[in-house]
């Protein structure tokens, strides 16, 4: 048994649909038929495999490159730096105590 994997996209109404197929074929049967094993439709690619039973990270890869999807890159937002604050009891005692005038001269 081998499985066949399909993909392709339509428009309805204003909105891109894709549809992702899972045909199973039994080569080692003289005249069988190609039979479809599971299809996904959906606006998100990942769930329409997810809805056809396709888990298979190169499958999936190689499904995208057919259609030329681009995956999402990660948005790289800089930050400028801030000084770290001190959590210290100590430290915060002292300040506390000495601001009331109770440390001694």
Do not use: W
């Amino acid at each position: 048994m081998e499985h066949i994997f399909e993909a392709y996209t339509r428009d309805i109404n204003g909105k891109t649909y894709y549809f992702v197929k899972k045909f199973s074929t039994f080569p080692e049967y003289v005249d069988s038929h190609i039979l479809l094993d599971s299809m996904g439709m959906h606006t998100d690619f990942f769930t329409a495999c997810r809805i056809a039973q396709i888990n298979d990270e190169a499958i999936i890869h190689k499904l995208m490159a057919e259609l030329n999807i681009i995956p999402d890159v990660v948005r790289v937002i800089s930050m400028r730096s801030v000084k770290a604050v001190t959590y210290s009891l100590i430290k915060n005692t002292h300040q506390a105590i000495s601001k009331l005038g109770f440390s001694s001269n």
